[in-house]
């Protein structure tokens, strides 16, 4: 017999890679002031943050417009069709040995992103949930979970210069840094100016 097997509802993620520099990634650490972060998961340590409207520092002008620019990529890519986006906020993150980020979404948002400024494998990447996997755990079947269809989650790993974007109602968490070496991130979200269609009474002007 004849068969093909479907992947009907996939996500999207898009992985980009960016050429800043070495300098230009320094410059933009040197250029935030710090701050503590309790997270509210016992297990993982604090770690620390900046302010999280970086979007509108000087410094860091060209690289929100790269996110605003490869946010159109996107949505070109998986079929969204905003009218203009805009970051609704962005900030770096600072994980010394043995911290990571528990488990989270971005609300009130379109699309999340984290890009890896100066990382390597070994300090930790991303961890995505699929988010279909709480519905389908009401029936325990023993499966290869390595499958694509099956996998309860799946890790990007942090490379420098890599950019990822997804869409943020997908939980995830980081990985915990296991090297001496500090890890750096820079998480953002976008959002469309308005949502919704005044033919359909959802219509909203965000910006």
Not at 155 to 171: C, F, G, L, R
Request: hydrophobic fraction near 30%; glycine fraction near 6%.
């Amino acid at each position: 017999m004849e068969y093909k097997t479907l992947g009907l509802f996939p996500t999207g993620f898009v992985e980009f890679k960016l050429d800043f520099s070495d300098q230009e990634i320094h410059n933009m650490i040197d250029a935030v002031e710090w701050m503590n972060h309790k997270q509210g998961y016992e297990e993982f340590p604090m770690y620390q943050i900046s302010s999280q409207d970086l979007q509108n520092a000087q410094a860091f002008k060209t690289f929100a417009d790269k996110i605003v620019e490869c946010g159109y990529v996107y949505c070109k890519s998986i079929g969204y069709q905003p009218n203009d986006l805009y970051i609704t906020s962005m900030w770096m993150n600072k994980f010394a040995n043995t911290q990571a980020i528990g488990p989270h979404t971005h609300t009130n948002s379109l699309i999340s992103g984290v890009y890896y400024m100066n990382s390597t494998p070994e300090q930790g990447g991303t961890e995505f949930y699929n988010p279909v996997s709480k519905m389908r755990n009401t029936i325990s079947v023993t499966r290869d979970g390595h499958s694509p269809f099956l996998t309860d989650k799946i890790v990007s790993k942090a490379e420098s210069n890599k950019m990822v974007m997804w869409p943020s109602y997908i939980e995830h968490r980081s990985e915990k840094n296991i090297t001496t070496k500090e890890r750096y991130t820079m998480s953002f979200n976008l959002l469309s100016t308005s949502l919704g269609n005044q033919e359909h009474f959802n219509w909203a002007e965000i910006k």
